[in-house]
């Protein structure tokens, strides 16, 4: 397997942990009703751990191509961690899309959140308690599709700025012999 499909299959694996820890967060909090402390504690702590997770997991990534860097001389491009940090992004948004397809499946609404653990607080909050989705005001039901953004974001931060501050330091220190 060459070096990109291996680091997807990392980011999908990080994804997949993420997934089950958040849901258990979630599940957890959602065992104490609905206080407002609680409910922005599980949205904290969700965002956090995912995010946390998957920059490292980037950061991971970023060290074996700095290796590669080492001992190649060959840098990698920017575009291979912009593309994974996209791939990412696409459970959450191809379970968004079936959300937007089936707007009238209060099953749809339901799974959602739990496909997408990692901000099942923060769509709780947005829906509302409203069922099905289509009784979701559009600004809500549209700013539901933008969490993913900030896995594609943990990716691609976590990985660039480990990769770029690693290749600066050997080539530093190559210069300097």
Known sequence: MNR?????AVCFGWLLISEILCLI???SIAILRNPV??????ILFGAAAHILLIG??????ADEDAVFYRTSGKRTKPVKPLLIALCSMLPACATYLLLRLNPES????NLFPL?????IQIHRLLTGGAEPFSAVEP?????????PLLTAAAWFLGYELRYLRSCAEFDAKRNRA
């Open 25 to 27: 967060l979630g599940i």
């Open 56 to 61: 490292n997991a980037a950061q991971k990534t």
């Open 4 to 8: 990109f499909g291996k680091h997807l």
């Open 37 to 42: 402390i609680v409910r922005g504690a599980g």
């Open 139 to 147: 600004l809500r039901g549209w700013l539901m599709a933008f969490p």
């Open 106 to 109: 209060t099953l749809m609404l």
């Open 115 to 119: 496909l997408n653990a990692p901000f």
